[in-house]
């Protein structure tokens, strides 16, 4: 029987599958190797750009799959030779040829989960940092984590197809269990939506000083998916929901830029000299602006009456503060400086007061003496 198979047609094959499974392995081997080089060399230079990291990604598998090829190639061949030694093998090329089928699907979905991991990682490190924008910065993450079981699913319903199953029923199925899954999870889908709304619109970054209607104000620290982190004034940690920054009015004071208004209102007694009250304001403001770190420098501080009240004649003081927090600093300052220029300068501040004039010689003794006595009680 071996003398069948080392003569005539029968040895042909069996050099083919040789040569074959050689010179396939040998491919192989010599793309490691290849590969091995050039990576080596793009490491020596810098760190791995993109080609890089694909050939990084795909020599092992490529490798394996060469290799396969070429013992798949090697079998089929020696199956169709006519002995007894592999009769018992001669019928299973399908077998075969459905195993590499297998192999060859899990390598590529291994393979391409690996390398969509690896750019998504080069990205996030190379790229993703020196963007403008945080949407990257907070999708790649999550889509990091779901992408590989995306592929590993497609690689299993592949599988199962490429052995003839039908998958339209394993689809529906899964679709009805998605369906009551996503019923079941409403709102942790609803934050996870609503979280896509937060994310893509990019106008809450960290560090922001937000404060939502009728809720609670603090510093950003995360923008998630599910949840927004904040600080309040208070130092303490508040998650608030998706969901309902979604369906809030959101004040952000630090956008479009971090500087705030100030505006200090005051009031002088109707006896004042306006103009030497305007000129001493506009003083004060104006030395607060060049000494203080928290102001704006350049721009202008503005003083308006606007009102005569019941004790005074109203008045107000703009300028501008780098921050949130350099607006209570600045009107606190300004307010001193005010209150003691006016007292050097003997400008009064009224304490509320109603002043009452009567006629002269329109009064009597007995309706004055009524009046004292419902004063006094």
């Excluded at 269990?177 to 889908?189: N, R």
């Excluded at 002269?360 to 004063?375: P, Q």
Aim: aromatic letters at 10%; hydrophobic letters at 45%.
């Amino acid at each position: 029987m071996l003398d069948e198979i080392l003569t005539g047609s029968s040895l042909v094959r069996l050099i083919s599958s040789l040569i074959a499974l050689i010179g396939f392995v040998g491919v192989g081997i010599a793309f490691r190797l290849f590969a091995g080089v050039a990576i080596r060399r793009m490491e020596s230079k810098a760190s791995l750009s993109v080609p890089g990291i694909v050939l990084k990604s795909v020599q092992g598998p490529a490798s394996l799959l060469l290799a396969s090829i070429g013992l798949l190639l090697a079998y089929l061949i020696i199956i169709d030779i006519p002995s007894d030694l592999v009769y018992s093998i001669a019928g299973s090329g399908d077998l075969a040829i459905g195993t590499w089928q297998l192999v060859a699907i899990a390598l590529g979905t291994l393979t391409t989960a690996h390398l969509c991991d690896s750019l998504i990682e080069w990205y996030l490190f190379n790229i993703a940092s020196k963007t403008e924008t945080t949407f990257d910065d907070t999708l790649l993450p999550t889509l990091r984590r779901v992408l590989p079981i995306t592929i590993y699913a497609i690689g299993v319903l592949i599988a199962i197809d490429s052995f003839g199953v039908s998958v339209s029923p394993i689809l529906a199925g899964l679709g009805i269990g998605g369906l009551a899954v996503a019923l079941a999870v409403q709102p942790t889908l609803s934050n996870f939506f609503a979280g896509t709304y937060v994310v893509t619109e990019g106008e809450l970054k960290k560090g922001d000083f937000i404060e939502l209607e009728g809720g609670p104000s603090g510093y950003v620290e995360e923008v998630g998916w599910r949840s927004t982190k904040i600080r309040s004034r208070f130092n303490n940690l508040v998650i608030i929901p998706n969901s309902r920054m979604a369906e809030s009015i959101v004040t952000n004071y630090y956008s479009p830029t971090p500087a705030m208004n100030v505006v200090v209102t005051c009031g002088v007694s109707y006896e004042a000299d306006l103009p030497t009250v305007e000129r001493c304001a506009l003083e004060e403001a104006a030395s607060l602006i060049s000494e203080s770190e928290q102001a704006i420098k350049d721009v202008t501080p503005f003083f308006g009456f606007s009102n005569f009240g019941d004790s005074n004649i109203d008045f107000f003081v703009f300028l501008q503060a780098i921050d949130r927090a350099g607006t209570f600093q600045l009107k606190s300052q300004l307010i001193k400086r005010i209150h003691q220029r006016f007292g050097k300068e003997g400008i009064e501040i009224n304490y509320p007061v109603r002043r009452l004039v009567f006629p002269e010689n329109k009064i009597d003794l007995e309706t004055a003496s009524d009046l004292f006595e419902t004063g006094d009680q």
